[in-house]
């Protein structure tokens, strides 16, 4: 079963942490609107998914929460356990809802590529306490290597759903994706709503409101975000000032780029630097 689109597919890290929990930790049944995945490394705990009676996870044991799904952890009094937790959003999976993943059950049987997942995991760990730009990437490559893992597993092991997309929905889904390619490989080009709507043949009305129910902003929001982001990497570098990094990015007015990076990091580009200098 074909979902993954290569070209398309680029999620976005929102969180990758690998605590240790031990004595009585707890949480409230939640859920989340966004993707995560909660793999046991050591140790043992407890995990309830909506309703259902309450589960005793040990390591190797893997968890992929939909959006939506109600789950809680605890841990049990005299136990302790290390696990990686990764949330995860721009999921585009053919098909599929945005940010959602095949599977029917948030506990993962993988087969044989269950270990794969937790080696990648364990490297993904190694790695965690770099913040330089070039362990970014890896953090990004080894996240990745760990959704194709899952993939393969649920595909192999018969454990998936099948697209629940009506035709309309896999338009809307298709036009959204080709959006955010468009954007992310464009960012530095001058891009309006305008012209977006016009490569779809649709109106920029209706390409903002179907765009914002699967991302959760205007597709001109997303540019901006996109820019403002690829603009913070190149300040953390040093190379560049903030005139050539605002037009490296597409902002050919370098006051209205400041001005958008101080509403979007609470700073501006000068102070980011020095920041970063300190760091």
Same mark, same amino acid.
């Given at each position: 079963?074909?979902? =993954?689109?290569?070209?398309?597919?680029?999620?976005?890290?929102?969180?990758?942490?690998?605590?240790?929990?031990?004595?009585?930790?707890?949480?409230?049944?939640?859920?989340?609107?966004?993707?995560?995945?909660?793999?046991?490394?050591?140790?043992? =705990?407890?995990?309830?998914?909506?309703?259902?009676?309450?589960?005793?996870?040990?390591?190797?044991?893997?968890?992929?929460?939909?959006?939506? =799904?109600?789950?809680?952890?605890?841990?049990?009094?005299?136990?302790?356990?290390?696990?990686?937790?990764?949330?995860?959003?721009?999921?585009?999976?053919?098909?599929?809802?945005?940010?959602?993943?095949?599977?029917? +059950?948030?506990?993962?049987?993988?087969?044989?590529?269950?270990?794969?997942?937790?080696?990648?995991?364990?490297?993904?760990?190694?790695?965690?306490?770099?913040?330089?730009?070039?362990?970014?990437?890896?953090?990004?490559?080894? =996240?990745?290597?760990?959704?194709?893992?899952?993939?393969?597993?649920?595909?192999?092991?018969?454990? %998936?759903? &099948?697209?629940?997309?009506?035709?309309?929905?896999?338009?809307?889904?298709?036009?959204?994706?080709?959006?955010? &390619?468009?954007?992310?490989?464009?960012?530095?080009?001058?891009?309006t709503l305008e012209k977006l709507a016009q490569d779809h043949f649709v109106s920029p009305t209706y390409l903002s409101r179907i765009f914002k129910d699967a991302v959760g902003m205007s597709p001109i929001n997303y540019l901006i975000k996109i820019r403002l982001t690829h603009a913070r990497d190149l300040l953390k570098k040093?190379?560049?000032?903030?005139? +050539?990094?605002?037009?490296?990015?597409? &902002?050919?007015?370098?006051?209205?780029? %400041?001005?958008?990076?101080?509403?979007?990091?609470?700073?501006?580009?000068?102070?980011?630097?020095?920041?970063?200098?300190?760091?």
């Amino acid at each position: 079963m074909q979902y =993954v689109n290569p070209q398309t597919f680029n999620p976005e890290i929102l969180y990758l942490f690998d605590p240790w929990n031990k004595g009585q930790h707890a949480n409230e049944l939640h859920s989340h609107d966004f993707l995560e995945i909660s793999i046991i490394l050591e140790g043992e =705990v407890m995990y309830q998914f909506g309703k259902e009676k309450p589960v005793n996870l040990h390591a190797g044991d893997l968890l992929l929460f939909n959006p939506g =799904v109600l789950h809680r952890e605890w841990q049990p009094e005299n136990t302790c356990s290390h696990q990686l937790h990764i949330g995860l959003r721009n999921i585009s999976l053919d098909g599929l809802k945005r940010n959602f993943f095949p599977n029917k +059950e948030p506990l993962l049987n993988l087969g044989r590529y269950q270990h794969q997942v937790i080696d990648q995991a364990w490297a993904t760990i190694r790695e965690l306490n770099y913040e330089q730009f070039e362990f970014q990437l890896m953090h990004k490559g080894q =996240v990745l290597q760990i959704l194709a893992y899952i993939l393969r597993g649920l595909n192999e092991a018969q454990d %998936s759903v &099948y697209p629940q997309l009506s035709a309309s929905e896999k338009r809307h889904q298709q036009i959204v994706n080709q959006t955010i &390619y468009f954007i992310e490989n464009h960012y530095d080009e001058e891009i309006t709503l305008e012209k977006l709507a016009q490569d779809h043949f649709v109106s920029p009305t209706y390409l903002s409101r179907i765009f914002k129910d699967a991302v959760g902003m205007s597709p001109i929001n997303y540019l901006i975000k996109i820019r403002l982001t690829h603009a913070r990497d190149l300040l953390k570098k040093g190379t560049y000032t903030i005139k +050539e990094v605002a037009q490296l990015v597409g &902002y050919q007015d370098a006051y209205h780029f %400041s001005k958008s990076f101080k509403k979007q990091y609470g700073s501006a580009p000068s102070a980011f630097e020095k920041q970063d200098e300190r760091s």
